[in-house]
T-cell receptor
Framework: QKEVEQNSGPLSVPEGAIASLNCTYS??????FFWYRQYSGKSPELIMS????GDKEDGRFTAQLNKASQYVSLLIRDSQPSDSATYLC???????????FGTGTSLTVIP | EPEVTQTPSHQVTQMGQEVILRCVPI?????FYWYRQILGQKVEFLVS????????KSEIFDDQFSVERPDGSNFTLKIRSTKLEDSAMYFC????????????FGPGTRLTVT
């Protein structure tokens, strides 16, 4: 069973702060990693993908990957109240046919 | 911007009835998926579909489930004899390719089995 672990939270940060979301995965050969945002009652919305060790930046979002530690994280800079949502970590299977999702981390940005 | 669409947004059915959930993937995408999310739980993979056949399916996708691409645009999930525990949000997703693919999700169909 491929496991993807996230702290469920809730994580609360003040507006303008940096939010840090973490994810670990069990399958050492995983190569492709994704962060999705899910508002309550809505579908997952793709934020970023990351495939190589290191950092990848896209606007206020930075994904970090460390395959040796089997760890992927998402940093949200200048957090806004509209960032309040559940953030899902997804790991692509070796077959490329499915995602394994974590349970998600609930983020609240306090105005 | 192209997006995945799903109908209906909410389906209520009685236990034992058949339901068909419909999806229109993004037009140039070749890989299609169904996931479900039981309330308060994580998103779970059901099935992937490529070139008119199932690529992979999970243990959840048993004989009561089937998928079909009846024409060039629609992708359907049929549940033959619904059970109470089938109540969930069902998400369709599509991607342009496999491997390093990025899957885009539709808005979901909330299925309620009574």
């Amino acid at each position: 069973q491929k496991e993807v672990e996230q702290n469920s939270g809730p994580l609360s940060v003040p507006e303008g702060a940096i939010a840090s979301l973490n994810c670990t995965y069990s399958d050492r050969v995983s190569q492709s990693f994704f962060w999705y945002r899910q508002y309550s009652g809505k579908s997952p919305e793709l934020i970023m993908s990351i495939y190589s060790n290191g950092d990848k930046e896209d606007g206020r979002f930075t994904a970090q990957l460390n395959k040796a530690s089997q760890y992927v994280s998402l940093l949200i800079r200048d957090s806004q109240p509209s960032d309040s949502a559940t953030y899902l970590c997804a790991v692509l299977s070796n077959t490329g046919n499915q995602f394994y999702f974590g349970t998600g981390t609930s983020l609240t940005v306090i105005p | 911007e192209p997006e995945v669409t799903q109908t209906p947004s909410h389906q209520v059915t009685q236990m034992g009835q058949e339901v068909i959930l419909r999806c229109v993937p993004i037009s140039n995408h070749l890989y299609f998926y169904w996931y479900r999310q039981i309330l308060g739980q994580k998103v779970e993979f059901l099935v992937s579909f490529y070139n008119n056949e199932i690529s992979e399916k999970s243990e959840i996708f048993d004989d009561q489930f089937s998928v079909e691409r009846p024409d060039g645009s629609n992708f359907t999930l049929k549940i033959r004899s619904t059970k109470l525990e089938d109540s969930a949000m069902y998400f369709c997703a599509s991607s342009e390719n496999r491997g390093v693919n990025e899957q885009y999700f539709g808005p979901g169909t909330r299925l309620t089995v009574t």
